[in-house]
């Protein structure tokens, strides 16, 4: 059973910056594809990025393509997203997650509020 746990967020004003961790456990990390995801209340919960094992290749939603950035340290079993330019919009529960089997698994996220 991987276990999943966040960090990082907190209250920034638009514009401004955060760095999201991910400590996972297990000892499989760096063969997992790992990704982030958010979600506002009454919403769906929607994909934010992903990174494969390798860090080679990775994936944006388009609303956040250019400002954020996922990227992982398979010695430290951790994910991060760094966010920058963030708006309002961006407010929300953000979830790490791993791909097993194409299925994601969340951790109980960590919450991001961006004033304006």
């Known amino acids: 059973q991987v276990q999943l746990v966040e960090s990082g967020g907190g209250l920034v004003q638009a514009g401004g910056s955060l760095r999201l961790s991910c400590l996972a456990s297990?000892?499989?990390?760096?063969?997992?594809?790992m990704g982030w995801f958010r979600q506002t209340p009454g919403k769906e919960r929607e994909f934010v990025a992903r990174?494969?094992?390798?860090?080679?290749?990775?994936a944006y939603a388009e609303s956040v393509k250019g400002r954020f950035t996922i990227s992982r340290d398979n010695a430290k079993n951790t994910v991060y997203l760094q966010m920058s330019s963030l708006k309002p919009e961006d407010t929300a529960v953000y979830y790490c997650?791993?791909?097993?089997?194409?299925?994601?698994?969340w951790g109980q996220g960590t919450q991001v509020t961006v004033s304006s």
């Open positions: 990174i494969d094992w390798s860090a080679t290749s990775t």
């Open positions: 997650a791993v791909a097993s089997g194409g299925i994601w698994s």
């Open positions: 297990g000892r499989s990390f760096s063969t997992w594809r």
